[in-house]
């Protein structure tokens, strides 16, 4: 019997003939090689299932549409949900309408659901440097005390689309102002506001308007104690083109020198728009005169004027 071809049991089994120079350890060189080029077949396969996923992830359009705070599904989240150490989670967080509340404290909204609302202290909030807010709806700063506050907001905040912006009592810059006054502000109120020029000096009420193109209600207080002069605001303002979307103008604590029939020529412009004018206090004689300029201009004009007591 050939030896070479003999099983253990008595049957036969033909074994591989190795080539010249050629050893075992090429069958598991071949072996290895053929698993690696399957696994990466299978590598491939995956990353073209995930490539395909996400083209059509890019295909499908998402509403970029804010909640509104008060839908269903919305709630506010505590300080300790969103703060891991020194980092803030943004993930939870859905700021619909960003609002200064009692003693520094905010309002923010969340996509979660439970029914307790919460207060942020605002501290807590700037002093986390990541955390930075896609402003939409509306601002509201009044701080007679800090005239910085709003540099604290405005650090703090990536994009600004909101429609309501109400200032008080604040000191800014010409470019801090331009990013607080996007082309989406239709509600404009500004309260003993200094706004420094790039140039040097401060804003007038009129430079203040013009850039605010799409505004609907602008309301504005000039300074305190004389502080700003209103005397040049209606000649500029007549030289203004006409606000599309202008429908209430109020200027308020302006003096006896506002000249309401130069201001006449920037109402001529909008006569479906209602101006309101109200003088800071004045004697008797002084209020009869005006009253008198404005019954002639209300004759085509919508303009009501009130005194300071």
Known sequence: MDSENSTPTGGSAKKRRLGSGQSPLVDLELDAKNYEIRKLKELVQTLHEKSSKMEEEIKTPKSKTPKSANEPGLRYVTLKEIINGDRVNTDLLSPEHLEAIEDGLWNI????????????????????????????????????????????????????????????????????????????????????????????GFLAADEIFEKLPNVEEFEYYCKRYNHESTQNVPANLSNFPRFENLKKFKICNVTKKFDLLTFGKFMDKHPDTSFVIQYHPLCESTQLKIQGVTEKLAETCKISVEFAN
């Open 109 to 200: 909204f969340s996509t979660e659901t439970t029914a307790e609302p919460f207060k942020m202290d605002i501290d807590d909030i700037y002093d986390k440097t990541q955390f930075k807010i896609d402003l939409t709806g509306s601002l509201t700063c009044i701080d007679e005390e800090n005239p910085s506050r709003i540099y604290e907001i405005i650090k703090c905040l990536y994009t600004c689309n909101h429609e309501n912006l109400t200032l008080s009592y604040q000191n800014i810059d010409e470019l801090a102002f331009a990013k607080l006054t996007p082309v989406s502000v239709k509600s404009c109120q500004l309260k003993n506001i200094w706004v420094e020029k790039f140039t040097g």
